[in-house]
């Protein structure tokens, strides 16, 4: 459980700097167009619904909302961003040969699609084994108590 945590939040770290270096590198790319856009959108998305994922962790959010099933919204949102960041790295490659910046932008595309993909499998590992996203797991016992021959019964 302690290494599950730890793995998440260390590839949580690996996205955010993903993210970041591939929408500086498609920022200073001299062809604007929609595979920029493209690039732009996925690599900010990223950026944002992790940094908001990590403080949900870091406040214990994900503790208090228990009923939420959390390791499957991790493991669609990383399943999802895996292929976004599929395809807008093809696209940057594709326009890579006409623009240095956007060939680096694919590569760290391809290594944070990596990084997504992996998580997601581990998302999904953990989600069928029945692990919680934060925290114990809390279960309430009924005790029942019996009368003892010392007591009156009234």
């Known amino acids: 459980m302690l290494v599950t945590i730890l793995v998440g939040l260390i590839s949580l770290q690996f996205y955010k700097v993903l993210d970041l270096v591939g929408f500086i590198c498609v920022a200073v790319a001299v062809r604007p167009g929609s595979t920029v856009n493209w690039f732009s959108f996925v690599a900010m998305g990223g950026f944002w619904i992790t940094l908001v994922l990590l403080l949900f962790f870091l406040y214990h959010v994900i503790e208090k909302f228990y009923s939420v099933p959390w ?14 960041y599929f395809s807008a790295a093809t696209a940057a490659a594709v326009q890579g040969k006409y623009d240095s910046a956007l060939a680096a932008a694919a590569f760290f595309g391809y290594a944070a699609m990596l990084v997504y993909g992996f998580d997601a499998v581990l998302k999904c590992i953990a989600w069928r084994a029945g692990e919680l996203a934060q925290g114990e797991r809390i279960t309430k016992t009924a005790s029942t108590s019996s009368p003892s021959p010392r007591s009156p019964a009234y």
């Open 71 to 84: 390791l499957l919204v991790e493991w669609i949102y990383c399943a999802l961003w895996a292929f976004f």
